[in-house]
């Protein structure tokens, strides 16, 4: 675990060395939350600096938020909140822990209202994310439905966790709300950033989660992007997850640790339960074979009844020959 952090450090403060100092950026507000259980600088969360006696400073926090390695904004001195956040999470069982980063980037040149967001790459099983607007609706935009437009980013980060077993609430999008049911285009306003981990532990068990942020582009992996298009400044914000042991029955299908990918009754390994293969009318999982109009099961189409094959002509004929008996 000690060699995992130190090579994440030493990663970071290679990349980003050079670059800090020629941006102005702030954390103007942030939120860890563990399990349903907050702690922010603004809020209002369960712990934050504006609830008296609640968060008096930083050192108030649990010793699993190891901000040693990440400038972590203080009440009334917003730092720039770049970085290595370790959070360490022990109990059996399942767990959720979630980040909102909402960050100024070269406020005093253009204002904070003129931020985007982007999305690269593909997240790894456990992982949720969100880019939205802060909630405060400042340039009052319409969204997509016509309405003032409000993201909800702070309000799921609050709501992840509360859920038994604890759930991720980031919804995985950038500037939408699914609550007013609208997104904002173009997505410009100002912006923050939140990821989450939803994970199991056995008895025993440690897991330590890295959200790691800074101003150079990740060369590989699954990150967000907080931009401000006018100035070319970026805040690029990664994350990872390691446990300090494999438990028996804890690697999925695919060999990941704690993944979540499950084998159906086709033998496709994957974590997704909507593409899950079904039983056909011959109870064959997966299989082709279809009930046609003459509640004949199989795989065959070129058997199928149908009114097409009804012998009419036959038919007419039964009926003129019955008509003519007649006279």
């Given at each position: 675990?000690?060699?995992?952090?130190?090579?994440?450090?030493?990663?970071?403060?290679?990349?980003?060395?050079?670059s800090m100092?020629?941006?102005?950026?702030?954390?103007?507000?942030?939120?860890?939350?563990?399990?349903?259980?907050?702690?922010?600088?603004?809020?209002?969360?369960?712990?934050?600096?504006?609830?008296?006696?609640?968060?008096?400073?930083?050192?108030?926090?649990?010793?699993?938020?190891?901000y040693s390695n990440f400038d972590l904004s203080d009440y009334g001195s917003p730092n720039t909140g770049l970085g290595v956040l370790?959070?360490?999470?022990?109990?059996?069982?399942?767990?959720?822990?979630?980040?909102?980063?909402?960050?100024?980037?070269?406020?005093?040149?253009?204002g904070y209202v003129n931020e985007t967001g982007s999305r690269m790459g593909l997240p790894v099983p456990g992982l949720s994310w969100e880019i939205d607007e802060i909630g405060w609706g400042l340039l009052e935009s319409p969204g997509t439905a016509?309405?003032?437009?409000?993201?909800?980013?702070?309000?799921?980060?609050?709501?992840?966790?509360?859920?038994?077993?604890?759930?991720?609430?980031?919804?995985?999008?950038?500037?939408?709300?699914?609550?007013?049911?609208?997104g904002l285009e173009p997505p410009i306003e100002d912006a923050a950033l939140a990821k989450s981990w939803d994970f199991d532990l056995c008895e025993g068990e440690t897991a330590i989660i890295t959200f790691t942020a800074g101003t150079v582009e990740p060369a590989s992996g699954f990150y967000l992007v907080q931009q401000d298009p006018d100035s070319g400044t970026n805040v690029y914000l990664t994350s990872n997850?390691?446990?300090?042991?494999?438990?028996?029955?804890?690697?999925?299908?695919?060999?990941?640790?704690?993944?979540?990918?499950?084998?159906?009754?086709?033998?496709?390994?994957?974590?997704?339960?909507?593409?899950?293969?079904?039983?056909?009318?011959?109870?064959?999982?997966?299989?082709?074979?279809?009930?046609?109009?003459?509640?004949?099961?199989?795989?065959?189409?070129?058997?199928?009844?149908?009114q097409k094959s009804f012998p009419w002509t036959m038919y007419l004929n039964i009926i003129v020959n019955s008509a003519e008996t007649r006279r």
């Open positions: 675990m000690k060699f995992f952090l130190s090579l994440i450090l030493t990663i970071y403060f290679l990349m980003n060395i050079s100092a020629h941006a102005e950026i702030d954390l103007w507000d942030w939120g860890i939350n563990i399990d349903g259980t907050t702690y922010c600088l603004e809020g209002p969360c369960d712990y934050d600096f504006f609830a008296a006696g609640s968060l008096n400073s930083l050192a108030d926090l649990p010793s699993s938020i190891d370790a959070i360490s999470i022990t109990g059996t069982g399942e767990h959720s822990v979630s980040v909102y980063l909402n960050y100024d980037i070269d406020s005093s040149i253009n016509g309405i003032p437009y409000l993201g909800n980013i702070f309000d799921n980060f609050i709501d992840s966790g509360l859920q038994t077993p604890p759930r991720s609430q980031l919804d995985n999008r950038i500037f939408y709300n699914d609550f007013s049911g609208q997850i390691v446990f300090d042991s494999t438990c028996s029955g804890t690697v999925d299908c695919l060999g990941i640790p704690h993944g979540t990918a499950v084998e159906d009754n086709c033998g496709v390994c994957d974590d997704d339960s909507t593409n899950d293969c079904t039983q056909d009318c011959a109870d064959v999982w997966g299989g082709d074979a279809v009930v046609d109009d003459c509640g004949v099961c199989d795989a065959d189409p070129a058997n199928d009844c149908s």
